[in-house]
């Protein structure tokens, strides 16, 4: 399949979507396998009584009593920390990745990643303490730190701009496809007395092995070459990935980035910079309200959750498994949508949808579910239906352009280090959701739902006002197609001479 790249202030491009190019996307996406796998399986090893015996007895003899809190029965700071601890590891990790981006490329980096990850699966997997089980987690956290970094950018540095979007979706699509495995292999273990959550969390290690290996077939990024002067590796590479002859324009286009990049020796100085503002800001921004969807909160604990509601300890993880399917198949939908409708249109929708369902959730348990007790049968459906309707939203739209757009925006000069701030700030509002999640719910009851409502509002203002639209702009002229034309964002777009003058008159 050809496609042109092409917009009205850049030349075209001239691109082919190549049988290699989809090889070599669909091996690096098994980075976002791993990390969705870690997502969904920490949920269901939490609600399994031998893994809580093991390490949570606390926990686990609050659970057996027959008027347990059904918003409380689950709260403990360690038993948080268990999923947590590997989010807070991720967000140091990130920083190291972008350097190692920089300096050996993402190729390498997608390979420390799957060698932190195997160590963490040894640990967490065999481990005969609480002490053993959090540094398998925090290995498993460097993984996930330098995989999240590595990946997406790769993703979008090898993808032909017009397909950018779908292409580096498939990194979000394997992130669901891991949660769904999650929660497949968490239904089938729970009956395996008294070690399946071993076989659960070992797991981890089948996509590890893969990413170790795959990674040794795949292409390092043209982009990554020639910032590291290797131009005609780079030029090599790039007429493999795109598949035609005339390539040209594309590179020259990619030595004009890098020489601009070279120049900039403190990238992170850069991104304070007024120039880098908007997609620092949107970057970061981006990270805080992906979490505060309330997302990794339903994701983390869908088992815990339909407990919560009344369903049994089978029936909650099988109920599981039915939203981590739906989050796949309504992934496919964002791949779909994003190079055809464009990412504002499926923020904006899809907050509207989330909010919807958000509020009826909190309603239905705000005026049926107590502290002790279950609800009702049909209550219960209806909470299980609409937090399916909503995992759906989420799928197709602020789980991947979270990380799409913040990969896509970075000029070259400050892309690894302003996607490693990225990257850090997901994990350290992931992490602060996955600490604080169990106490909100114990705390607030139904009113987390309302919290969650809230700020779904918050985003969908911010992503009318302030998030321009991206699809089929090549990665490198944002500055002149995107920043620069948009009503707010354009005034940061001033020469750098401009913006001295304006900071001398200010002081």
């Known amino acids: 399949m050809a496609v042109v790249v092409s917009n009205a202030n850049a030349p075209a491009f001239e691109a082919k979507m190549t049988v290699y190019v989809f090889i070599c996307v669909m091996i690096a996406a098994v980075g976002g396998l791993i990390f969705g796998y870690d997502i969904g399986i920490s949920g269901g090893v939490s609600a399994m009584d031998d893994f ?41 990790a990130s920083f190291v990745a972008s350097a190692t981006c ?177 997609p620092f800001i949107i970057g970061m921004l981006l990270q805080l ?51 055809r409708t464009g990412r504002r249109f499926l923020l904006l929708q899809s907050s509207v949808h989330m909010l919807i369902c958000q509020l009826i959730i909190g309603i239905i348990l705000a005026k049926d579910l107590g502290v002790t007790g279950t609800l009702g049968r049909p209550q219960a459906l209806v909470v299980v239906i609409f937090v399916c309707v909503y995992v759906m939203g989420f799928a197709w739209s602020w789980g991947p352009l979270g990380w799409l757009i913040p990969s896509e925006t970075f000029p070259l000069e400050t892309r690894s280090a302003g996607f490693a701030v990225a990257v850090s700030c997901n994990m350290f509002f992931t992490f602060v959701i996955a600490q604080a999640f169990l106490s909100m719910l114990c705390g607030m009851r139904s009113g987390i739902f309302f919290f969650f409502s809230g700020w779904i509002i918050v985003m969908g203002l911010f992503a009318f006002f302030f998030i321009p639209e991206t699809k089929g702009i090549a990665i490198d002229d944002m500055r002149e197609s995107v920043w620069k034309p948009h009503w707010f964002w354009k005034r940061y777009m001033l020469p750098e001479d401009d913006h001295h003058d304006i900071e001398k008159r200010n002081t």
């Open 289 to 339: 309200f992906q979490q505060f969807t309330g997302i990794n909160a339903i994701m983390f604990y869908a088992p815990v959750l339909f407990q919560t509601v009344g369903f049994g300890s089978d029936a909650a993880l099988l109920s599981a498994v039915m939203t981590g399917s739906i989050n796949v198949l309504a992934t496919f939908v964002g791949i779909y949508l994003v190079d």
């Open 102 to 278: 920089s300096k050996l490329g993402r190729r390498p980096t997608m390979q420390f990643a799957s060698i932190f990850f195997l160590i963490g699966v040894g640990l967490t997997a065999g481990a005969v303490n609480l002490v053993m089980l959090i540094i398998g987690r925090l290995f498993l956290g460097f993984g996930v730190g330098f995989g999240n970094q590595a990946v997406p950018l790769f993703l979008s540095e090898i993808a032909p701009a017009q397909l950018r979007g779908g292409l580096n979706i498939v990194f979000q699509l394997m992130v669901t496809i891991g949660i769904l495995i999650a929660n497949i292999v968490n239904y089938f273990t729970a009956t395996v007395h008294p070690y399946g959550w071993r076989i659960a969390l070992g797991g981890a290690g089948i996509p590890a092995v893969i990413l170790l290996f795959g990674s040794l077939l795949i292409i390092e990024t043209p982009t990554s070459l020639i910032e590291r002067n290797k131009n005609e590796e780079g030029k090599e590479a790039l007429r493999k990935i795109r598949g035609v002859d005339d390539i040209n324009d594309e590179y020259e286009s990619i030595v004009h980035a890098c020489d601009i990049a070279s120049q900039v020796k403190d990238p992170y100085r850069k991104l304070l910079k007024p120039a880098s503002r908007p």
């Open 52 to 92: 809580l015996k093991e390490f949570f007895p606390a926990v686990w003899e609050r659970k057996k009593h027959v008027h347990e809190n059904n918003y409380c029965k689950y709260d403990n700071q360690f038993l948080q920390l268990f999923t947590s601890s590997l989010y807070l590891a991720a967000l140091v």
